[in-house]
């Protein structure tokens, strides 16, 4: 996926989980946060940031902060992208191969999830997670607890006791992490359940990402670590 109009800034200040401040030019400007995560890592005061200029300039937040800098580490946040960039991994056969369907947002009985894919063969319900949290090299998530998640995992081994398969896929919005693991210490019913769900036919996949300040796409499988450490 591709972004366009973006901007470099440095990070001042978050008031609430949907708008920061940052200096832009020498000025002070508002932006929408696309991430509701607390992401408290990565926005620091003074952190480089990038943001990508609204379409509508009657908007009341003109900006939204797209990805930010952490060391060495461009780190996309924009928690619509590990769907859209999923999407596109896909569509293109890398999931289950020549995909004769990919739905987003795919309706099972009261319940929804992310994606439902077919190919001539097989049939697949899949929920993506975005990862944000990273130390070391060791990706996590979540990075607040997330009774949703839990859930989502519930419906994941409902689908495989129904026959289909399932995947819960964690996408890695940053490049070069050496694995991932749910965060235990933040939400250990997040972990457990992810544990039951693999053991009960769920497939979890974790993919990283090559991130630019203008584009984002999936890059290459990353080792998944479920015991409890």
Not at 132 to 161: Q, W
Request: aromatic share 8%.
């Amino acid at each position: 996926m591709h972004y366009d109009r973006m901007l470099e800034a440095r990070f001042l200040s978050r008031p609430n989980r949907f708008v920061a401040l940052v200096a832009l030019n020498g000025q002070k400007v508002v932006c929408h946060v696309k991430n509701t995560g607390r992401c408290k890592e990565l926005l620091l005061p003074g952190a480089t940031v990038y943001i990508q200029k609204a379409d509508n300039p009657d908007r009341k937040t003109p900006y939204d902060l797209i990805a930010v800098q952490k060391g060495h580490r461009l780190i996309n946040m924009d928690a619509a992208a590990p769907n859209q960039v999923f999407s596109e991994w896909a569509r293109a056969g890398n999931l289950l191969p020549s995909p004769t369907l990919v739905k987003a947002e795919a309706r099972r009985g009261a319940s929804r999830l992310d994606f439902y894919i077919e190919s001539a063969t097989r049939k697949a319900w899949v929920e993506v997670k975005g990862v944000t949290l990273e130390e070391n090299g060791h990706v996590r998530f979540p990075d607040a607890p997330t009774e949703r998640g839990v859930k989502h995992l519930r419906e994941l081994e409902a689908c495989v006791r129904d026959g289909y398969e399932a995947y819960a896929v964690f996408v890695v919005q940053m490049e070069g992490v050496t694995d991932f693991a749910p965060n235990w210490l933040t939400h250990p019913a997040f972990g457990e359940a992810l544990v039951q769900a693999a053991e009960n036919g769920v497939q979890v996949l974790a993919l990283d990402c090559t991130v630019e300040v203008d584009s984002l796409r999936i890059r290459q499988r990353v080792p998944v670590v479920l015991e409890r450490r």
